[in-house]
């Protein structure tokens, strides 16, 4: 069975690399196997406390890398479709341009 350390590894990699559905699955046996420790932990524990901790900064770290990188393609596709306008101008505009 995995480690947390060794999922939050594999998460950060996966994350890191683009790989968001590789990310998904490994969130789920995270999870489970936070839920797992948890439920061997006496209620109120000071385990439990860093546990949660520990996770909350996995996922804050998962949430902020996403929205970046769906705000750096969001911003690659703006681009592309400035670049694509002017291609489609500068191709349909026949009487504009020098000629040698």
């Known amino acids: ?16 690399g683009d790989s968001f559905p590789e990310a998904q699955t490994l969130l789920r046996a995270y999870v489970a196997e936070v839920e ?4 061997a932990m006496p209620a109120g524990s ?22 970046a990188a769906r705000s750096y393609a969001a911003a690659e596709l703006s681009h592309l479709r400035l670049l694509a306008r002017y ?14």
């Open 1 to 16: 069975m995995p480690t947390l350390t060794s999922l939050e590894n594999a998460i950060r990699r996966s994350v890191a």
């Open 36 to 39: 797992r420790q948890l439920r």
């Open 46 to 67: 000071e385990e439990m406390s860093a546990l949660e901790k520990r996770t909350r900064k996995l996922f804050e770290w998962v949430s902020a890398m996403a929205l």
């Open 87 to 100: 291609r489609n101008c500068a191709g349909s505009s026949h009487g504009f341009g020098t000629q040698a």
